[in-house]
């Protein structure tokens, strides 16, 4: 490799993410901005922060958001784990049919998934609001827990699981004393996963919030229409922000349970 | 007899999926084929008349413009993203982890924040104008914002993360002896690329194509956000029939639409990556 191809690497590496982190980093800067205008700059402020913290709409929203992403989070984990310790039982085919259908939400384009759930819910007359907003989010939260979950499972040496079998013990009793605790850092980063996902899903909470349950992304969405004003620019920065702790949170537990692995 | 009761504990799952992913698309169909009465309410009675407008050269066009979108933003992201792919599996290890991250880092950035970057950066008083303005290199601001060009930087920018990883793991995974041989043999490194990498990442470049394609078809903030509504998509159409409209039926058969549009999408990337050996799905 000569030095020439190597600087060329680097430099267009460096422009690509520039390219990638400037829009991002523009949002958050000028949220600080004291005009309210991006023309140019006046001066450092916190004053679009305290606007949002006044904002009673933006607080209900966000509870539901809140509210919507933890129940989908508990949701999809108890499924995504539970199918995928399931897959480890069935028969080669069957597992083959749990992957490609596990996929099905995901290939779906968001639009048409969220207008057919549309349908579907309105003619159960179901009520829209957090029980839609709930199922539809954990049926594309579900498939990342699974396929995280089977991840692990995959490193699990199965030497340990025929000990048990053979030293006596119920299936049942494996999957509780031996392979829940092993996978369980798995489940909790998914979790995690599954609370990002749905807390930044815009385009099927909009079919599925009712009229009372609009969720924070929905309701910022809203917003980006009527214009630009840097208070959504203090929301957006907020919410990355979270969603960064959240997943930090993730990674972080993730690497201390690869390093607690002995074997 | 021992297989189904071997499979018996899947059978929640299967249910459970059905009913929230089969059965909702099978309402998708059936509604497409109703019509409305004077008021919008729907009627149980089977027309074709959903689908006869969905080739009405207004509509067509709707599906047209997807497609060139959809196309357009899968090249892009091919013709920027393949040199980011290749590059980052020559960097050391080190600092190939930390260059991955950057890559996937934007999945965690919401989604209308990314979008709303561009906004701010090409809006008429945006970043880039009062750039241009205070260096003097323009007098009157650009317009660069609602035109079919800002829908697709936006979508390129919004996609191209799942372009890189795909063609990245292609490149990754490709047999280096086959590379190092072709030097061996006296080929340069553009021979080199055309004649093994490019063939051998066949592939991950379809892969990539997918996974930029499909959602590309939807996602209607973007259009919406950047393109203002100018030049109008499927994703825009569907989601104003149902939420403005109020025209479900006709929303439906554009749906079923753009889901076939998807699985013919997805058949020609199953024939593309089978012939090679391999498959993302």
Redesign the interface.
């Known amino acids: 490799?000569n030095a020439r191809?190597g600087r060329f690497?680097t430099f267009?590496?460096s422009l690509?993410?520039v390219a990638?982190y400037?829009?991002?980093l523009?949002?958050i800067l000028?949220s600080f901005n004291e005009s309210s205008?991006?023309?140019?700059w006046a001066g450092f402020t916190l004053n679009w922060y305290r606007q949002l913290f006044n904002d009673r709409v933006i607080a209900e929203a966000f509870k539901i958001s809140i509210q919507v992403a933890v129940l989908t989070s508990v949701l999809s984990a108890i499924?995504g784990t539970?199918?995928a310790i399931?897959?480890m039982?069935?028969?080669k085919k069957?597992k083959k049919?749990?992957n490609?259908?596990?996929?099905?939400?995901l290939?779906?384009?968001?639009?048409?998934?969220g207008?057919?759930?549309?349908?579907?819910f309105s003619?159960l007359k179901l009520p829209f609001g957090h029980l839609t907003l709930v199922?539809?989010h954990s049926?594309f939260c579900v498939p990342y827990v699974y396929i995280m979950v089977q991840l692990r499972l995959n490193d699990i040496d199965f030497s340990i699981l025929e000990a048990a079998k053979d030293l006596g013990a119920a299936r049942w009793q494996i999957i509780r004393t031996i392979i829940l605790p092993l996978v369980a850092p798995s489940i909790l980063t998914a979790s995690l996963l599954a609370l990002?996902i749905s807390l930044?899903d815009?385009?099927i909470s909009?079919?599925m919030s009712g009229a009372a349950s609009t969720t924070l992304?929905v309701h910022?969405?809203s917003m980006?229409?009527v214009g630009?004003t840097p208070k959504?620019?203090a929301l957006?920065t907020l919410?990355?922000v979270g969603?960064?702790f959240i997943?930090g949170l993730g990674q972080l537990i993730n690497k201390k349970a690869n390093k607690k692995e002995a074997f | 007899m021992k297989?189904l009761k071997?499979?018996a504990?899947?059978i929640p799952?299967?249910i459970?999926?059905s009913l929230?992913?089969g059965?909702?698309?099978m309402?998708?169909v059936v509604?497409s084929f109703l019509s409305r009465d004077s008021l919008g309410n729907i009627v149980f009675r089977f027309t074709l008349e959903n689908y006869k407008r969905i080739f009405d050269p207004v509509y067509l066009r709707v599906f047209l413009n997807s497609f060139i979108l959809a196309v357009l933003t899968g090249l892009i992201t091919l013709l920027?993203g393949y040199?980011?792919a290749y590059?980052?599996t020559?960097?050391q290890p080190k600092k190939r982890s930390f260059?991955i991250m950057?890559i996937i880092l934007?999945f965690?950035?919401?989604?209308?924040?990314?979008?709303?970057?561009?906004?701010?950066?090409l809006?008429k008083?945006?970043?880039i104008n009062?750039l241009l303005m205070q260096l003097n290199i323009v007098k009157e601001p650009l317009n660069m914002m609602y035109r079919f060009g800002t829908t697709l930087v936006g979508m390129a920018?919004m996609l191209?993360p799942f372009m890189i990883i795909a063609v990245y793991n292609s490149v990754d995974k490709l047999d280096k002896s086959l590379v190092e041989a072709s030097y061996d043999l006296g080929a340069s490194?553009w021979k080199t690329f055309l004649n093994i990498t490019l063939p051998l990442t066949i592939p991950g470049i379809a892969g990539g194509f997918t996974l930029v394609f499909?959602?590309s078809?939807?996602?209607?903030?973007v259009s919406?956000?950047l393109g203002g509504g100018r030049t109008i998509f499927?994703?825009n159409l569907?989601?104003t029939l149902?939420?403005r409209g109020r025209n479900?039926p006709l929303?439906?058969a554009f749906?079923v639409g753009?889901?076939v549009l998807?699985l013919l999408v997805?058949f020609i990337y199953n024939r593309v990556a089978k012939d090679k050996g391999e498959g993302l799905?």
């Not at chain 1, 490609?100 to 939400?105: T, V």
């Not at chain 2, 078809?217 to 903030?221: A, E, K, S, T, V």
Request: glycine share 4%.
């Open positions: 490799m191809a690497r267009y590496l690509f993410f990638l400037v829009p991002v523009s949002v000028y205008s991006t023309a140019h499924i539970a199918t399931i897959a039982y069935v028969t069957m049919a749990i490609g259908i596990m996929l099905l939400p290939l779906v384009p968001e639009v048409a998934l207008i057919s759930l549309l349908i579907f003619a199922l539809s049926l990002a930044d815009v385009i909009t079919y992304p910022v969405f980006m229409r630009v959504v620019n957006c919410i990355l969603t960064f997943v | 297989k071997q499979n504990p899947a799952i299967l459970w999926i929230l992913v059965m909702p698309l309402f998708v509604l920027i040199p980011v590059f980052t020559k960097l260059v950057l934007p965690w950035i919401s989604s209308l924040l990314r979008t709303y970057g561009w906004i701010i950066l809006g008083t945006g970043l009062s920018y191209i490194r499909i959602p078809l939807g996602m209607f903030f919406d956000l499927l994703g569907i989601n149902v939420t479900r929303a439906a749906s753009m889901i998807v997805l799905f």
